[in-house]
């Protein structure tokens, strides 16, 4: 087994056993890391490497505002849903210019909302 496959693997296998929240705070981590990555791909002028990277932040963003319960009486879900939103018309504009200046905020965005939830999640435990 080559070392894509073994890290596919164990990637999966943490997916699976995960928690529906270390399943969103995974989610955060994984959009926080392919928006870093696309911004590198830009300034290195590998469009295609950046386009795979931000498509993947926008899936990212996707799941996380299908995730949301809008259920809850709290202006938080209607909160979250306009902010998934923002980034990810920011992402589009930073795909369609291959605009990396764009993607600090939203890399910082997603960072707080990583911290507040791994914050919040850990107050519940």
């Known amino acids: 087994m080559g070392y894509e496959n073994a890290k596919d693997s164990y990637l ?3 997916v699976i056993s995960a928690s529906p929240n270390k399943l969103i705070e995974m989610l955060y981590q994984g959009a926080i890391k392919s928006v870093k990555i696309a911004g590198l791909a830009i300034e290195n002028d590998d469009p ?13 963003l996707m799941e996380l505002k299908g995730s949301l319960n809008t259920e809850v009486e709290s202006d938080v879900p209607a909160n979250l849903e306009s902010l998934y939103d923002f980034m990810n018309e920011q992402l589009v504009k930073a ?26 999640t850990t107050e519940i435990k």
């Open 48 to 60: 295609k490497k950046a386009h795979k990277e931000l498509v993947r932040a926008q899936d990212i």
């Open 95 to 120: 795909n369609i210019n291959k605009d990396k200046t764009l993607l600090p905020p939203v890399v910082k965005m997603l960072t707080e909302l990583l911290d507040a939830w791994t914050q919040i």
């Open 12 to 14: 999966k296998n943490q």
